[in-house]
Each structure stands twice: as C-alpha cells, then as structure tokens.
C-alpha cells in the first residue's frame, strides 16, 4: 500500500518489527529497483522466526540493509532516543522522496513502546524535500523526460506522477528491467548500467544521510561505536570506564549506507569497540565491508538475551579487553 | 450496445476528445498469437476510446503473470505499475488513497487472485476501492509451463492427461458473498459482451469484478479442458444482452417494456439489460448466488452481469479521503504548526 501511494506521490510510511518485514520483503526489492518512495518503520524485537516477541533487540540490521533477492541497498536510519524518532519521521521521508527509494527506520523494542523521558520536541523548521520531481510545466522546460536516465550525474533520475498530462510524462513502473525511458528490457548492458547507476544513487546517499556523531574524550585511544538504544547506557559506561582511567571515544552511527567517517574513526584509534545488541555482529560485518581490512582492531560486545542493553555489560566488556578493573 | 442506441452517431472514427482507436492502443503484445489475454486488452482499448477517456487520468495497475503483462499492451499515454505477484490490490490501495481522481485499471489473473493473491483480493473487495478490477482466467500457469490454478475445474484435464482432483474457487461467487457492488463474468471471445461490460464497471463507483474467461491457447485449449474456446462456447450461458449508455451522450434511453432492464448509475450513464432465455435481475444479491451455484452444478459457465448496487460507497468515501491527490498538498495543509506542537509537549508533561 505504502509503495502504491509513494508511486502516486504522496509520502507513505508503515511501521511493523521484524516477521512484518520478512513477510513483504519482496516489496523491499521494488521499491529499491522499480525507485518507489516509501519508509518502513521497523521496532525490532529478537528473533529469529517468532522468537521472543516482547523483548528487545537490534537483530535486524544486516537482513534490511540488504534486503530483497539480488543485488540490494537500502538506506537504514538509526535513531537512539524519542526525540530523535520524531526527527526521523521527516528526515526519512526526504531522503525516501530525494532518492526515490526505500527508507527503513530501525527503533527497538526498547525504545518503540517504553516509556523514555524526553526534553521537549523543537519545532521542525526546514522545509520538505520533495526531490526530483517534474511537473507538466517543468518537463515542457526540459523537453525530455526519461524516467531512469541518470541527468544529473548523482544516480538520482527525475520521475513524474500519475495524473500529470504532460504527453511525456507517463511511463511504466515495473520490477522487471527496463532501460532509461523505462522500457523493458534484457539487453546485458541495459541491466548492467541500470544497476551500476542504483549504486552511484546509494553512493551519492552516503554522505547526506545523517552523519554519525562523534563523542571524543582527552587522550583516548579507544573507540566504541554504537547506535540506537546501546546509546542510553553509553554515557553511564564511559563515565565508568573515565573513573578506571580508561578515556573512551565514542561515535554512534545514525544512518547506513556507512561513509568515511567510520573508516576514519577506526584509522584513529589503536582498539574499537563495536556495540550492539544482536548476536552475529551485524553491524560490525557491515562496517568490515565498508572500512575494508580493520578486523584486527575492532571487538565485537554483542547482548542479545532480549533485554535492553547496560552500562555494566559495556564497561566490563572494554576492561576485560584492555586490562582495567571498573570500580562501582 | 450503446451505438445501436445513438443510432445519429454510428461507430466514430474519433471520439469526443478527437483521438482515434490507435491512440489508446500500447505496446505490441509478447503473448501467443490467439491468446485470450490480447482480445481483452484490445477490448479494453476499444471501450476507453469509446468513451473517450482522457489516458492521463488513468493509472493502470497489474501482479505478476502472463495476464498482468497486459497493462503495456494498451493505453500506452496513461500511467502503469506492473507490481509484485499477488499484491497488486495492496498497490492499487495507496495508489487510489494518495489520488483518488486516478481512474485505475488493474489486470489481474487467476493465478494472481485467486492462488497467490486471494487474501489481497477478498480485502480489496470488502474496502471497495474504485478499481475496474479485470481477471484474465485460463485455469492454468502459462507462465510456468501450464499447471492448474484454483480457478481449474474439478475434473477437467491438463494436456498431458492430468487430471484436476480439487474444486474450482469462484472468484465471482466470492465477490458477490463480500458485498462487491459490481461483479460480471464474460468470455474473451465475446467482444460484444466484454466491451459494455467494460464500460459499466469503468463507471462503478467502488471496486468492478469482471472475470473473463479468456483460453491459454498454449496450455489449456484442448479436449478435456472447461477454459478452452471450444468448452466455453458451448456452455456459455448469457444472463442478457448488454448494452451501455455514457452519461454525457444525453440520450434518452428506450426501453421496451418487459424485454430489457435499465440500471442507471450516479454519474447518469445507463446500463441496459435485454432478455434472453430467463428473467434476470441483477440487482438481487441473492438472485446472483443462485445463477453461480446452478451454473457450477449444470457445468455451464454464466455470462453477463451477474448484479450491481449502483448506490456503492468506495473505501476513499467511508475514510473521507480529500479530493485533491495527496501528492498536491503542500506543507500548509500537511504540517500543524508550532503552537500545536507546544500544546502536546505540554499535554506529555
């Protein structure tokens, strides 16, 4: 339904946890290759199969990065606090409706339906953005509308929607291939180029989805990255380890596809640790494929009993590895 | 039929917006030559041209099949998402919420809605999403080299000799028990039925079921099958015959008294049903029931318009859905203000 009306413009959403979005992930695939807006809000809870379906975990991180058959990428936004979900509530639909794709919003359990405190949720002042968008108007500009032809250079093509009466502007939406002019098409080259393009469009996300955002502490050179929930605990952990004489610093990562600002976090630190709360280190294996050959320096603390993660569980985990002992 | 009605104006080369047939034709069919598919979509073709329907105002919509193939081959200035198998009504559900002055046209096929699919299609129908909602039925998967579907016969027979264990599901008989507002069933060999047909249910206001039976002339077109042209022909049983009056022709419609009904939709087009064997009336629900229950039990396949409720009130009605498509609504009418947030921050505190 989400993907219907995203086609037809207007901005959909729909929110479900992990079995919801194994069931439809078909759907996932077409939004990515058929370039359909739509955001899926998914409040993890632990798997696999029914698993534990009131508890808590960040399991799905690997399965909605990549999800659909074939090659796939999917924008994927973390926020770690309430006030950060309501900011992501606009954040995803610009980004679903910039680059014409699928946006998952991965909370938790934990975070999806407990009660958090909160400071007061500022006003959003920056306008929508819509994207790429031709109207009637706008395409008699350009003389020339292809749906998948890549103008800009930035992967990101121009779509127009249902109802425009421009003589150009309709085109056939479809999951199987098609070339620029969204015709459908098998030639070799056709396929090859279309989907090398989807890449350039996901490179070019790279670096305007949110940034991960960097905790630094005098003299440290240990890392830890987290996101979401593991974030709560974080400040605890850290002012514990800070009393052992372990200086931390800390990046949280805020969206996927990752950029280089993780690559250089770890590049500037001797021993990174990565957080989360599933059990095959999932965010760390996507970090290894974006960051290339770091996994002697990085340390998985995995918590995955379907619990919310705790400052404890971090603080020891770091000191079992760099030797301190963490007074209470 | 509405040309014999409008006896002024006989068969137009263009139509009141001046297009002629060949600009609501698509792109040329990949199917086989001879498949039913293609006599539906030039059916198609020749209704919206009739009624001389602006092709941007449509949107097409299909599954996945050799059926849902179909939406390229016609209409080649409107719209079209070929979606995902079995969910295209779940597509067609947000296209029409998001812009609700989209007229869709949706081809589905038996394997789509009524294997795959049912669970979209039984909640599509009980929304009443105004769709012209098309099942191109052939009781077999071409695309997967000729299996049955659940739309096959009991005891009809594949070409190799297998022989179809399980009852048929009657998509039809289904509609009908969820309360659809419009349901038909029609053959694609019959263009004379099919293109009124397609008229009427153009001008429902919710969802319009309209299967056709339409032979796979590759996997089930033989001896033994009850999809083939040969078995529909012979047992085709035709309620009326049908005709279809576009509101804006204006034209008084006559009715000879006793031999055919008149059912007048909201928009003023008329739909005229002319006796044959039997009274029919397709207006009673029950009556509906009855005619697929007797055409299971005597094996023939009934024809026609088997009932409407031309008083339908469409899923965007019942949420009382803005006129204007969604995607036109600016941040004025989309984003509340900040005193409104203030108020909540301060309800939450």
């Known amino acids: ?328 | 039929m509405s040309d014999s009605k409008a006896p002024a104006a006989p068969s137009p080369k263009t139509n009141r917006l001046g297009l002629v047939l060949q600009d609501y034709r698509g792109a040329k069919s990949t199917l086989c030559a001879g498949c039913g598919h293609d006599a539906i979509s030039a059916a198609i073709t020749q209704a919206f041209f009739e009624l001389g329907v602006d092709q941007h105002d449509v949107a097409k919509l299909s599954g996945i099949g050799c059926s849902s193939k179909t939406p390229a081959y016609f209409l080649g200035r409107s719209f079209g998402f070929n979606s995902v198998h079995g969910r295209m009504p779940a597509v067609a559900t947000g296209t029409n919420l998001a812009n609700r002055q989209l007229r869709l046209v949706a081809v589905s096929g038996d394997g789509d809605s009524a294997s795959i699919g049912l669970g979209q299609f039984v909640h599509f129908l009980r929304r009443n999403v105004r769709m012209l909602y098309v099942i191109e039925n052939n009781g077999v998967y071409g695309l997967t080299k000729g299996q049955f579907s659940a739309t096959a016969d009991v005891d009809s027979v594949l070409k190799h000799g297998t022989r179809n264990d399980l009852e048929a599901i009657d998509t039809c008989g289904l509609a009908v028990e969820l309360g659809c507002d419009f349901v038909a069933r029609s053959f694609s060999g019959d263009r004379k039925q099919l293109v009124p047909l397609i008229k009427a249910a153009a001008a429902h206001g919710g969802t319009a079921l309209l299967d056709v039976i339409s032979p796979c002339v590759t996997f089930n077109d033989h001896d033994g099958s009850t999809k083939s042209y040969k078995y529909t022909r012979e047992h085709d049983w035709a309620l009326h015959e049908i005709g279809f009056v576009p509101g804006y022709e204006n034209v008084d419609v006559e009715i000879a008294a006793g031999e055919t009904k008149d059912v007048e939709l909201p928009d003023g087009s008329h739909i005229t049903l002319k006796k044959l064997d039997e009274d029919y009336d397709p207006t009673d629900r029950l009556e509906a029931q009855r005619v697929l229950h007797r055409a299971r039990e005597e094996r023939k396949i009934v024809t026609g318009l088997l009932y409407v409720n031309p008083e339908s009130r469409s899923f965007a009605d019942a949420l009382e859905m803005v006129d204007r498509p969604l995607a036109q609504l600016g941040e004025d009418d989309l984003r509340p203000g900040a005193a409104d947030l203030a108020a909540v921050m301060d309800e939450l505190k």
């Open chain 1, 1 to 328: 339904m989400v993907v219907g009306a995203g086609w037809a413009g207007a901005r959909a959403m729909t929110s479900t946890s992990g079995p919801g979005i194994s069931l439809m992930s078909e759907f996932a695939g077409l939004s990515y290759y058929a370039e359909v807006p739509a955001v899926i809000w998914d409040i993890q809870r632990v798997g696999p199969s029914t698993g534990l379906p009131t508890r808590t975990a960040q399991g799905d991180v690997s399965m909605v990065a990549n999800l659909s058959h074939g090659d796939t990428e999917h924008i994927v936004l973390l926020p770690a606090t309430v006030e950060e979900c309501f900011r992501c509530g606009q954040e995803a639909f610009d980004l679903a409706e910039e680059f014409q794709t699928l946006v998952f919003v991965l909370s938790d359990l934990d975070l999806g339906m407990n009660q958090w405190m909160s400071d007061p949720f500022e006003f959003a002042e920056p306008p929508y953005r819509r994207g790429k968008v031709l109207d009637a108007e706008a395409i008699e500009k350009v003389g020339k509308f292809e749906r998948y032809r890549d103008v800009d250079g930035d992967g990101v093509p121009y779509r127009t929607l249902p109802g425009n009466p421009h003589p150009q502007a309709a085109y056939f939406c479809r999951g199987s291939g098609h070339d620029e002019a969204a015709a459908y098409s098998e030639s070799a080259e056709v396929y090859q180029r279309n989907l090398d393009r989807l890449a350039r469009k996901l490179d070019t996300a790279r670096d305007r989805v949110p940034a991960p955002v960097l905790d630094a502490m005098e003299g440290a050179t240990i890392g830890i990255i987290a996101f979401g929930t593991s974030d709560a605990p974080m400040k605890e952990a850290r002012d514990m380890l800070s009393a052992a004489g372990v200086a931390t610093d800390y990046l949280r990562l805020r969206a996927l596809p990752l950029n280089d600002a993780v690559t250089e976090f770890i590049d500037g630190h001797e021993h990174v640790f990565v957080v989360e709360q599933n059990r095959d280190a999932q965010m760390a294996g996507l970090i290894k494929l974006h960051c290339g050959d770091v996994a002697h320096k990085l340390t998985s603390l995995l918590h995955y009993d379907g619990l919310p993660i705790h400052a404890r569980f971090i603080a020891d985990g770091v000191t079992a590895k760099v030797g301190q002992k963490v007074e209470v």
